[in-house]
Structure formats: structure tokens, C-alpha cells
T-cell receptor, first 113, second 118 residues
């Protein structure tokens, strides 16, 4: 089955700095990669996603890059703000298969004012 | 956008009682709903996949008689924790997937339900 590794487990930055979270996946059949943000006591919310036919996608301060050859994808947050503090999960999905996402273990991002 | 409502958000019950958690897709039809359990500071653990009108598919190690899942309509799935014990205390989260190829990949999560069993 698919295995998703996510690093780092904890990331502490100063407000205004950039934050990068990296994930690797094992199954080359995975072709959809969503990122979720989970605030304390709440359910995960989709913040950005990328499909395997695209190398990069950007939405304001958030961007995701995908390297299919190396089987890794990354989340980039620029100009971080305290409200970006949360746990971020990456996931890998096989379209045309079970569509069940395999999640990474999560990264706790702390943005210090 | 797609909205999933999960209720209750918090529930406290006595050991031995049963608790029902509801998950509703408010503005779309969800052909598939997933139920997750999350322990503190850990990732999401898939418990079962629920397809409308059919029996749920449980992940290995999840007791189907303990965690009853019903997906009676395209907008509602329920998880019932039967004869709850303190070790069942956890954060339970549902997610729903749209039907059709366009929305098949996208999961929308509920806000979660915090269960505390005394």
C-alpha cells in the first residue's frame, strides 16, 4: 500500500518568515495530493491540492510543488502569520483506485508574533 | 462550497452507554463517507468507509460490532459507539466525498466530535 512520510513533525518560525513542509510517497500510482490544515479541536480543512499532471500550484501565500520522479511534494507558506499556526497534513490519493487518501503524520506549525 | 456538518461536537457519556454521531453533507450528495479516529497529536486513523445503501467497509482492527456505521441516504451517515468504555474516548471525524469523477478526489471534513467516556 501507499506510505506517506511527512517532515518535520514540528516547525517553529517567526511571523513573516517562510515555512516549508515536505512529504514523500511510495506508490507511483498516486496522482492527487491534497494538503489539509487542522486547527485545535476542529476537523481538517483543504487548503490546496495538486494533481500529478502539474508541477506547481499557487494560491496567494500558499504554494505546493510536486516532483513525480522523486515522489515528493512540498507545501510552501510565505509571509507567515500567527493565524497560520495549526497542524498541516499532506495526503496521497490514487484516482481510479479506492480514492482513499493516505495521510502523513502531520506537522505542527507554530508562528511566533 | 461543500459543507459537512457533524453533530454533536462534544459528548460525555457514562461507561456502558451508546453514543451516536451524525455526519451530514449539507449542499452535495456524498456517495462515500469516511470515519476517522484521531488520538492527541497524531494523524487521522481511518476506521471505515461507508457507501450509501451498502454495508460499511471496516479497516483492520476496527470492531464492526463496536462501531456501527449506517449510511442510509446520500447526505447522512451515522457512527454509533456501542457500550462505550473509557478507551473509546477520542476525537472522531467524518469526511464526505462527492459523487462523479470531478469531485471524486476531494474530501470535505466535518468539524469532529470529541467523545469522553467516564
Amino acid at each position: 500500500g501507499e506510505n506517506v512520510e511527512q517532515h518535520p513533525s514540528t516547525l517553529s518560525v517567526q511571523e513573516g518568515d517562510s515555512a516549508v513542509i515536505k512529504c514523500t510517497y511510495s506508490d507511483s500510482a498516486s496522482n492527487y495530493f491534497p494538503w489539509y490544515k487542522q486547527e485545535l479541536g476542529k476537523g481538517p480543512q483543504l487548503i490546496i491540492d495538486i494533481r500529478s499532471n502539474v508541477g506547481e500550484k499557487k494560491d496567494q501565500r500558499i504554494a505546493v510543488t510536486l516532483n513525480k520522479t522523486a515522489k515528493h511534494f512540498s507545501l510552501h507558506i510565505t509571509e507567515t502569520q500567527p493565524e497560520d499556526s495549526a497542524v498541516y497534513f499532506c495526503a496521497a490519493v490514487q484516482s481510479g483506485g479506492s480514492y482513499i487518501p493516505t495521510f502523513g503524520r502531520g506537522t505542527s506549525l507554530i508562528v511566533h508574533p | 462550497g461543500a459543507v459537512v456538518s457533524q453533530h454533536p461536537s462534544r459528548v460525555i457519556c457514562k461507561s456502558g452507554t451508546s453514543v451516536k454521531i451524525e455526519c451530514r453533507s449539507l449542499d452535495f450528495q456524498a456517495t462515500t463517507m469516511f470515519w476517522y479516529r484521531q488520538f492527541p497529536k497524531q494523524s487521522l486513523m481511518l476506521m471505515a468507509t461507508s457507501n450509501e445503501g451498502s454495508k460499511a467497509t471496516y479497516e483492520q482492527g476496527v470492531e464492526k460490532d463496536k462501531f456501527l456505521i449506517n449510511h442510509a441516504s446520500l447526505t447522512l451517515s451515522t457512527l454509533t459507539v456501542t457500550s462505550a468504555h473509557p478507551e473509546d474516548s477520542s476525537f472522531y471525524i467524518c469526511s464526505a466525498r462527492r459523487g462523479g469523477a470531478a469531485g471524486a478526489n476531494v474530501l470535505t471534513f466535518g468539524a469532529g466530535s470529541r467523545l469522553t467516556v467516564l
